[in-house]
């Protein structure tokens, strides 16, 4: 899956990191995933814990959208086969499948041909009754992807308020809040569309500690945000908002839409939503990499955020502390950790979080002699705006070039140059970051 392994192996503990990395975004792929947690077995379907009786049912749909889920109705095709009626999912990366429609959109702003492939889905879900059993596919970038702008919300309107808030580095919750108060299935209101049906959220969640009213604006999740919020969010970042969202907010009155349907809501009678994957799966099988290859596994923590290059030296520096003290563990050592960090972005240069965090751990190996390793990827293989999934470096990378080129944030361009940087291309999952440091003996 790593385009450009041979390139990066440069030594065996390299070729170790490239493993890990690799097995961790193989063990969050939709397909293996599904086939692990959900089954089917006469006409009895379990997914996660939970078992359905497809007999009580006419038809099954699957409905949903986001990166990977392309991949997960192929995978859930897989188990299913022809007990599937349809269905359609909007996602960035298109894969063959029988019976569920795939469209195509774009990410991370949304389009035209977002909206036109998301009205297929929400034709389907307003014909699906109590009859129907549905699928719903909730997955990582579905925000974009899934794209229903309430009325009189144009798509220009939602682009420059989602421009605004990610430039402005608001975290996803409140980015999500905007949205889910800009359309008419986030937050919740999908289920809305959805009921009397049973639906059965299958999630794979990229945001750290799954909260499923952020991940993707929760379609199939209740929703405690409120419009007051949305105009506080829009307020605290000082985003002068296009007037059709400002008409929409209520902004400076009180707004008189219905809200999000929130936990007390009847519409989540019949639905339950499971989280199938995360970061943690993908930690999980890169730590399993490490132990087998001798390197005593370590999870700093699976809920890193924050500036990314804060976070390179910090753990940079926690790899040297094993070097050098044996604290708080002895080499051969692997340092694992996932969540999102992010960038706010002071220079002019290209470059995703994952690269800032891997040439700052980079700059701060001093003296470790290439004992040190560290790798760092966007498991969905795409970093930021960058088209690498990530970094691999050692000591060497460091340097006062680096410096430069980490202080104008542009860490892709100096990574490229390099031969730094990791290629997957799209890998058809996102359970978000994934960091791999080896210390060496
Ligand atoms: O789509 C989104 O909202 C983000 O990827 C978080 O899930």
Same mark, same amino acid.
Request: glycine residues 10%; charged residues 25%.
């Given at each position: 899956?790593?385009?450009?392994?041979?390139?990066?192996?440069?030594?065996?503990?390299?070729?170790?990191?490239?493993?890990?990395?690799?097995?961790?975004?193989?063990? +969050?792929?939709? $397909?293996? #995933?599904?086939? %692990?947690?959900?089954?089917?077995?006469? !006409?009895? /379907?379990?997914? @996660?814990?939970?078992?359905?009786?497809?007999?009580?049912?006419?038809?099954?749909?699957?409905?949903?959208?986001?990166?990977?889920?392309?991949?997960?109705?192929?995978?859930?095709?897989?188990?299913?086969?022809?007990?599937?009626?349809?269905?359609?999912?909007?996602?960035?990366?298109?894969?063959?499948?029988?019976?569920?429609?795939?469209?195509?959109?774009?990410?991370?702003?949304?389009?035209?041909?977002?909206?036109?492939?998301?009205?297929?889905?929400?034709?389907?879900?307003?014909?699906?009754?109590?009859?129907?059993?549905?699928?719903?596919?909730?997955?990582?970038?579905?925000?974009?992807?899934?794209? +229903?702008?309430? $009325?009189? #919300?144009?798509? %220009?309107?939602?682009?420059?308020?989602? !421009?605004? /808030?990610?430039? @402005?580095?608001?975290?996803?919750?409140?980015?999500?809040?905007?949205?889910?108060?800009?359309?008419?299935?986030?937050?919740?209101?999908?289920?809305?569309?959805?009921?009397?049906?049973?639906?059965?959220?299958?999630?794979?969640?990229?945001?750290?500690?799954?909260?499923?009213?952020?991940?993707?604006?929760?379609?199939?999740?209740?929703?405690?945000?409120?419009?007051?919020?949305?105009?506080?969010?829009?307020?605290?970042?000082?985003?002068?908002?296009?007037?059709?969202?400002?008409?929409?907010?209520?902004?400076?009155?009180?707004?008189?839409?219905?809200?999000?349907?929130?936990?007390?809501?009847?519409?989540?009678?019949?639905?339950?939503?499971?989280?199938?994957?995360?970061?943690?799966?993908?930690?999980?099988?890169?730590? @399993?990499?490490?132990?087998?290859?001798?390197?005593?596994?370590?999870?700093?923590?699976?809920?890193?955020?924050?500036?990314?290059?804060?976070?390179?030296?910090?753990?940079?520096?926690?790899?040297?502390?094993?070097?050098?003290?044996?604290?708080?563990?002895?080499?051969?050592?692997?340092?694992?950790?996932?969540?999102?960090?992010?960038?706010?972005?002071?220079?002019?240069?290209?470059?995703?979080?994952?690269?800032?965090?891997?040439?700052?751990?980079?700059?701060?190996?001093?003296?470790?002699?290439?004992?040190?390793?560290?790798?760092?990827?966007?498991?969905?293989?795409?970093?930021?705006?960058?088209?690498?999934?990530?970094?691999?470096?050692?000591?060497?990378?460091?340097?006062?070039?680096?410096?430069?080129?980490?202080?104008?944030?542009?860490?892709?361009?100096?990574?490229?140059?390099?031969?730094?940087?990791?290629?997957?291309?799209?890998?058809?999952?996102?359970?978000?970051?994934?960091?791999?440091?080896?210390?060496?003996?």
């Amino acid at each position: 899956m790593i385009r450009n392994r041979d390139a990066l192996a440069r030594t065996p503990t390299h070729g170790v990191a490239l493993d890990a990395i690799e097995a961790g975004i193989e063990a +969050a792929h939709p $397909e293996t #995933v599904v086939t %692990e947690t959900v089954s089917l077995s006469g !006409d009895t /379907l379990s997914i @996660a814990d939970e078992r359905y009786d497809l007999d009580s049912f006419e038809r099954v749909l699957v409905l949903g959208g986001g990166k990977p889920a392309g991949a997960v109705a192929a995978a859930l095709e897989a188990v299913l086969g022809e007990r599937i009626d349809g269905g359609a999912v909007v996602t960035a990366t298109p894969v063959e499948t029988n019976r569920v429609t795939v469209h195509e959109g774009t990410h991370p702003l949304p389009s035209e041909a977002n909206v036109r492939a998301t009205s297929d889905v929400l034709d389907r879900a307003r014909r699906a009754d109590e009859d129907t059993l549905v699928l719903a596919v909730i997955t990582g970038g579905a925000s974009a992807l899934l794209s +229903a702008p309430a $009325e009189g #919300v144009t798509i %220009e309107d939602l682009c420059a308020v989602t !421009d605004g /808030l990610l430039d @402005a580095g608001a975290t996803i919750a409140e980015l999500n809040a905007v949205r889910k108060h800009l359309s008419r299935l986030k937050g919740g209101q999908l289920a809305r569309e959805l009921a009397p049906a049973m639906t059965v959220g299958v999630v794979f969640s990229d945001v750290v500690g799954n909260p499923l009213a952020v991940v993707a604006s929760g379609p199939t999740a209740p929703d405690s945000s409120t419009y007051a919020e949305a105009v506080a969010v829009l307020d605290r970042y000082d985003i002068d908002p296009p007037a059709a969202v400002c008409e929409r907010l209520g902004a400076g009155t009180a707004g008189d839409r219905p809200e999000t349907p929130d936990p007390d809501s009847a519409v989540f009678d019949g639905v339950d939503n499971h989280v199938l994957a995360d970061g943690q799966t993908a930690v999980d099988a890169a730590a @399993a990499v490490c132990a087998d290859a001798g390197y005593e596994p370590v999870v700093l923590s699976t809920r890193v955020e924050g500036e990314a290059r804060e976070a390179g030296r910090r753990q940079a520096a926690i790899a040297r502390e094993c070097l050098v003290t044996d604290d708080p563990v002895a080499p051969p050592v692997g340092l694992l950790s996932g969540g999102e960090t992010t960038v706010t972005v002071t220079g002019d240069g290209d470059g995703g979080p994952n690269q800032e965090f891997a040439l700052a751990a980079g700059c701060n190996l001093d003296e470790t002699a290439g004992r040190v390793v560290v790798g760092s990827v966007d498991t969905d293989g795409v970093d930021g705006a960058s088209e690498a999934a990530g970094a691999l470096v050692e000591e060497t990378v460091g340097g006062q070039a680096a410096r430069e080129a980490l202080a104008d944030n542009d860490s892709e361009t100096f990574l490229r140059g390099q031969d730094r940087l990791i290629e997957t291309g799209p890998t058809g999952t996102n359970v978000n970051d994934l960091r791999v440091l080896l210390v060496g003996e």
